[in-house]
């Protein structure tokens, strides 16, 4: 098992910074791949931005490039999303999951946090 909790949500005004951080914990050896998904009201779950520990590799989907950065704490066991220039188009309950190869599709994803609310106004 593998235990995940968000923090760092918040509300914040159009054009603000926050910083979400997701701590791992249990058997963490068999995930490489950490992600943050969001779901706003209505919608669908969405890929944010995933992080390869093996290979520091990233990926972000085309809504944040450029805006939102991925980083990690090895020590700490922890994945950072930073989120920055925030629009209120990004107001969501964000998640953070862990999986084993790098994938925008939730379903590559094992476990799961509970999730932490962003909101943005305008």
């Known amino acids: 098992q593998v235990q995940l909790v968000e923090s760092g949500g918040g509300l914040v005004q159009a054009g603000g910074s926050l910083r979400l951080s997701c701590a791992a914990s249990g058997r963490t050896f068999r995930t490489d791949v950490m992600g943050w998904f969001r779901q706003a009201p209505g919608k669908e779950r969405e890929f944010v931005a995933a992080?390869?520990?093996?290979?520091?590799?990233?990926d972000y989907a085309d809504s944040v490039k450029g805006r939102f950065t991925i980083s990690r704490n090895n020590a700490k066991s922890t994945v950072y999303l930073r989120m920055n220039s925030l629009k209120p188009e990004d107001t969501a309950v964000y998640y953070c999951?862990?999986?084993?190869?790098?994938?925008?599709?939730?379903?590559?994803?094992?476990?799961w946090g509970q999730g932490t609310q962003v909101t943005v106004s305008s």
């Open positions: 992080f390869m520990w093996s290979s520091s590799n990233t």
């Open positions: 999951a862990t999986g084993s190869t790098m994938s925008r599709n939730r379903n590559g994803y094992n476990y």
